[in-house]
Every structure is written in structure tokens, then in C-alpha cells.
């Protein structure tokens, strides 16, 4: 079976690019190169170069490893994204350009952000990548930000490349490239922002932050599309939709959504003639999803990981549990302000595309980094629904969830270590102590930006105990039963 390239004859079900992609250059450099950034910003570019043409063509970036340009790379930059709803749609992209990496790159990485015709640097690199605390500083204990203050002539992490690339072109007399986040974080653009000048500040004389400052722009979004991990299923359906073997395809829902504030200093695609939403603040945006889409998805994580449910389908499969994940959607929609949209249209739409039959998105996924996730999903709703009176049960329920599964041992009774950049905190705040009270107080003392003292102690802490008191007794199965029975309080 020949691989998938420009090159590759059209055949199976698959629409193919309807336009020429190798006649335009790239003006896009993006940063974390995984499945989300393949099925949205490559998405909708990709659409918007066969509607309009244009320099907009995308070299993605992937520094950890290697796997990416092995896959790409001989494949021209094509792949299928599959869209899984009730029929199966499959579109070759030919957005992108080629991949730069593995850890040796980041010299290359450089360069092409340094080049004239790179005019945005788009980022989706997760939580824990950037290396910005929660408070929104410079996180200077983070590797990849204490490896580049080190050696900021050879960065290797996104602050350090990005300050770096920006040197250069103030050196080379070329205008400033906006910088686009599109990770799960709030405010993320005006974060790295801060970052970023914070980091220049550190590092460049000739006042290289205030030339960012003035010239860069950082516009913050909002970003939307359940994006599951490929599996060898997901190979096997690309092979048959495109009649190629195609070892990067892509599966995901069919909803997407890009809120973007408009707000770029070299041009950029007019993204919005595929949907994507320009405004002047993302900020209540950002909030709705964060707080309702990711912030359920981390409450059924951990409680699905917790009664067995591999998959978001099987948590929404059970009636009780898909209580709870409504529950917990009004209660994170009591925290939205501002926006003039139906939360509770929003929120129905949410519980459906949860319940996608055609879409295994791992519990365990969305469990990983807790730590990294669960300040914006749970703690900022649950604080001001505190301060508000407003029913905080479902918070309760969330946290003493993920504690329960910090708490998880193995068949010789050690703690199992979870996926999270804080993970050796963890084990130590969960190891040798068994109950709720000790349990929650350590955890508290390790991350209090997950858990601030407001919620520790007072009648959100004992809501805390009683909940991960009856975890651990009853085990989680029982407590979704009673939980479901009761209304938010
Ligand atoms: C999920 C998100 O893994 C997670 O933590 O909550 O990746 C979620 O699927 C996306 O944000 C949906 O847009």
C-alpha cells in the first residue's frame, strides 16, 4: 500500500485538497504539533486556502521527538482528519507545509520564525509547556524556561524560541509575528504575553521587551474540538477512506469552534469564513468553556476512571453518572457572566457531544495534569460560586474525585503514580495516609492553586471531607448512585 503524499492518486471516500496547497509558501510556525492543532487551526486554514489561496501554508514544530516528522514528513505534510458524528466525513489536508523535529531542532525551529514570511507563531503545546505559573508570571523552575534563562541563545522551550526568533527579527529590521495561543488556559494570550516580556526582560539588553511590547501581539482564544488520540482503528478507517496508508491521521467530532480576539500584527487568514468568531474579548468565552465543557470533562475523568469507564461515552452511558455531568454543567454555568448566549442550549449540546457513540475519548486522557487543569476548570468557578451562594456540590464532588484518584494504590498498596508535571508532590502528599481529613490538608499544602485555603477548611472543606470520606468507604460507583439522588445544594 503506497503512502499518502502530494503525489498520491485520489481514491476512496475522501474529499481531496481543491486546490493547489504546494503553489502557496508558509506565513504560519505552530508550536506542538499534536492531533488538536492537526484537526483545528490546520482544519480551517486548510479550508480557507481552498477558498481564497494565500502564503498561509503552516510548518509545524514538535521538539520532544521525532515521531511527528517521521510521519509527516514522508507523507508531503498530508493526512486525513476523520470527523465521526452520525455519518464519517474524511478530508485530505493540504495545509501543511512540513514538520521540524525532534530535540535537536530547535536551531531550525528558530530559523523559520525568524524568516520574513512568518508572520504568526501558533501554539498548542498544553497546560504544562508554556512554563507560566497559575498567577500568570513567568515560571522560572519550569525545565524548559530555567534550561533557556540559562542559555538564551540556544532556546530549546516555547518562551525561549519565541523571544529568541523575536531578537532576531528586530536584529534583521523584519516586523514582529503575532503570537497565538491556542492551549486550554485563561487569558492565555495576555499570559504568555506577560511571559514572554517578563523572560526578555531577563535575558536581551537594548530594551528588547519594550520593542516586543510595542510591536508583537498576543491575541487571546478560545478553542473547541474533542480530539481523542488515533489508535490503530483510526489507521485502519484512514487506509480505507483514502485507499493510502496514512500513519498521522486524525479523528474527531464534528463540532469546532475558534473564538479569536482580532487583534494581529502582520495579517493573518480570514479564518472567520470558516466560522472562527474575531471579538474584542475572549474572556466570558473562555470562561463557558473552560468552566463547562473541561470543567465536566475533568469531574467525569476522574470519577469514570475511579467506576470503571475507560471511555466520556461510558460515563454518559450511565444514567447517574450523566446526572452528575449535568448537574455539574448548570452549577459551572451559575459562574458565566457576560455573554448573551443560551447556557443552557449550550450546555445540552455539551452532554450530546459527550454521549458521541463514534468518539472513544479516554477518561484517562483527560485525567492527565490535573494539577495544570484543574485551577481554571474548578477552583476559579467554585471560589466565586462560593462567594456568590450560589450551589457548589458539584465542585465538591469534582475535587474530592481527582483526590480520590491521587489516592489510588496499587495491588501492594503504594500509591500509583499519576501523569502530572507535579507528580512527585503528589505521591508524597498522598503516601502513608489514608484518610479524607489528612488526605485533603496534604494535598492542600502541596498545590494550593488547586486547592487554596477558602476551600480546605471552612463549609466548602467539610463538604470536601464528607464527600472523599464517602469515596473512600463506599467506593465511587456507590457515591455517583447517591450523589445523582440528591439536587446541588
Ligand atoms: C479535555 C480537552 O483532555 C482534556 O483535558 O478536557 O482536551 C477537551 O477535549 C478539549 O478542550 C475540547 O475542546
Redesign the pocket.
Known amino acids: 500500500m503506497n503512502r499518502l503524499s502530494a503525489t498520491a492518486f485520489s481514491a476512496g471516500a475522501a474529499v481531496w485538497p481543491r486546490y493547489r496547497p504546494e503553489e502557496y509558501r508558509a506565513g504560519i510556525v505552530h508550536l506542538g504539533l499534536g492531533n488538536?492543532a492537526r484537526a483545528?487551526l490546520l482544519d480551517y486554514t486548510d479550508k480557507v486556502l481552498a477558498r481564497r489561496g494565500g502564503d498561509w501554508r503552516v510548518i509545524g514544530v514538535s521538539l520532544r521527538g521525532t515521531a511527528v516528522a517521521e510521519a509527516l514528513n514522508p507523507q508531503d505534510g498530508r493526512y486525513v482528519l476523520i470527523e465521526r458524528g452520525l455519518e464519517t466525513h474524511a478530508r485530505v489536508i493540504g495545509a501543511l507545509k512540513h514538520v521540524i523535529a525532534g530535540p535537536r531542532m530547535a536551531s531550525c525551529a528558530l530559523a523559520a520564525m525568524s524568516r520574513p514570511g512568518c508572520r504568526i507563531v501558533s501554539i498548542t503545546v498544553t497546560e504544562k509547556g508554556y512554563g507560566i505559573a497559575s498567577d500568570g508570571a513567568l515560571d522560572r523552575t519550569h525545565p524548559a524556561v530555567a534550561a533557556d534563562l540559562a542559555h538564551p541563545e540556544a532556546p530549546a522551550g516555547v518562551i525561549g524560541l519565541i523571544v529568541a526568533a523575536l531578537a532576531a527579527r528586530r536584529a534583521a529590521r523584519l516586523p514582529a509575528f503575532t503570537v497565538l495561543s491556542c492551549d486550554?488556559l485563561s487569558h492565555n494570550g495576555q499570559k504568555l504575553r506577560r511571559a514572554v516580556l517578563e523572560f526578555a526582560d531577563a535575558t536581551y539588553p537594548h530594551d528588547l521587551a519594550g520593542w516586543i511590547a510595542a510591536h508583537a501581539t498576543f491575541p487571546s482564544t478560545m478553542?473547541?474540538?474533542?480530539?481523542?488520540a488515533a489508535t490503530r482503528d483510526t489507521l485502519a478507517a484512514a487506509q480505507q477512506l483514502t485507499g493510502h496508508e496514512d500513519i498521522a491521521a486524525v479523528e474527531t467530532e464534528p463540532f469546532r469552534?475558534w473564538v479569536i480576539e482580532d487583534d494581529f500584527s502582520a495579517g493573518r487568514p480570514e479564518w472567520e469564513l470558516e466560522g472562527a468568531l474575531f471579538v474584542r474579548d475572549v474572556g466570558p468565552y473562555e470562561q463557558m468553556?473552560?468552566r463547562m465543557?473541561?470543567g465536566a470533562?475533568?469531574m467525569l475523568?476522574y470519577s469514570g476512571q475511579l467506576s470503571g469507564k475507560a471511555y466520556v461515552r461510558d460515563v454518559m452511558a450511565d444514567p447517574a453518572h450523566a446526572v452528575l455531568v449535568r448537574r455539574h454543567l448548570k452549577a459551572a454555568a451559575a459562574t458565566v457572566r457576560g455573554l448573551a448566549i443560551d447556557l443552557d442550549a449550550y450546555a445540552t449540546a455539551l452532554a450530546e457531544r459527550f454521549t458521541n457513540p463514534s468518539i472513544a475519548?479516554a477518561t484517562a486522557?483527560?485525567?492527565?495534569?490535573g494539577t495544570q487543569?484543574l485551577p481554571q476548570?474548578i477552583t476559579a468557578p467554585a471560589m466565586e460560586a462560593m462567594e456568590a451562594g450560589s450551589p457548589v456540590r458539584p465542585f465538591a464532588f469534582a475535587l474530592s474525585s481527582w483526590v480520590a484518584y491521587l489516592a489510588r494504590r496499587d495491588a501492594c498498596g503504594a500509591p500509583i503514580r499519576v501523569d502530572d508535571p507535579r507528580a512527585d508532590a503528589l505521591i508524597a502528599a498522598v503516601s502513608g495516609r489514608r484518610d479524607a481529613a489528612t488526605l485533603l490538608a496534604t494535598i492542600a499544602a502541596a498545590c494550593p492553586d488547586v486547592l487554596p485555603e477558602a476551600m480546605s477548611t471552612g463549609a466548602f472543606g467539610a463538604r470536601l471531607e464528607e464527600s472523599l470520606d464517602a469515596i473512600l468507604r463506599e467506593g465511587m460507583t456507590a457515591v455517583i448512585t447517591q450523589e445523582a439522588m440528591l439536587d446541588a445544594e
Do not use: C, E, G, Y
Request: aromatic share 4%.
Open positions: 488538536f483545528h486550554n478553542v473547541d474540538r474533542i480530539t481523542p469552534q468553556k473552560l465543557l473541561n470533562h475533568s475523568a475519548h486522557q483527560i485525567a492527565m495534569d487543569k476548570r
